[in-house]
């Protein structure tokens, strides 16, 4: 978890902008994420596995398209991981007042 600390008497506003950042960022990140498991989804559905198990057993030979379609199914899959990752970062973020700071 990562934590932000500012002035908040001096810079109060400037800790509502970079909240209002992270949040947009966040909702971005979900469409992100909704697209990316959709086009997982159609991969699943056409040969009957979860992606996981796609990634951790399967080979090109294993899957009809060979090369072109097992890169573009991991590819998918990697990046779906990667704005999980991403999401739980800033969904985690905390915003402190930085007094907090000088007082410990």
Same mark, same amino acid.
């Given at each position: 978890?990562?934590?932000?600390?500012?002035?908040?008497?001096?810079?109060?506003?400037?800790?509502?902008?970079?909240?209002?950042?992270?949040?947009?960022?966040?909702?971005?990140?979900?469409? &992100?994420? /909704?697209?990316?498991?959709?086009?997982? $989804? *159609?991969?699943?559905?056409? +040969?009957?596995?979860?992606? !996981?198990?796609?990634?951790?057993?399967?080979?090109?030979?294993?899957?009809?398209?060979?090369?072109?379609?097992?890169?573009?199914? &991991?590819? /998918?899959?990697?990046?779906?991981?990667? $704005? *999980?990752?991403?999401?739980? +970062?800033?969904?985690?973020? !905390?915003?402190?007042?930085?007094?907090?700071?000088?007082?410990?």
């Amino acid at each position: 978890m990562a934590t932000i600390y500012m002035d908040t008497r001096k810079y109060g506003a400037a800790q509502q902008l970079v909240k209002s950042a992270i949040d947009s960022e966040v909702a971005r990140l979900e469409l &992100a994420l /909704e697209s990316a498991r959709k086009r997982l $989804l *159609l991969f699943e559905n056409n +040969y009957g596995v979860s992606s !996981e198990h796609f990634i951790e057993t399967m080979t090109a030979e294993d899957i009809e398209g060979r090369d072109d379609e097992y890169i573009q199914w &991991a590819g /998918e899959y990697q990046l779906w991981q990667r $704005l *999980l990752q991403k999401l739980d +970062y800033l969904r985690g973020m !905390e915003y402190r007042d930085s007094d907090l700071l000088r007082r410990n």
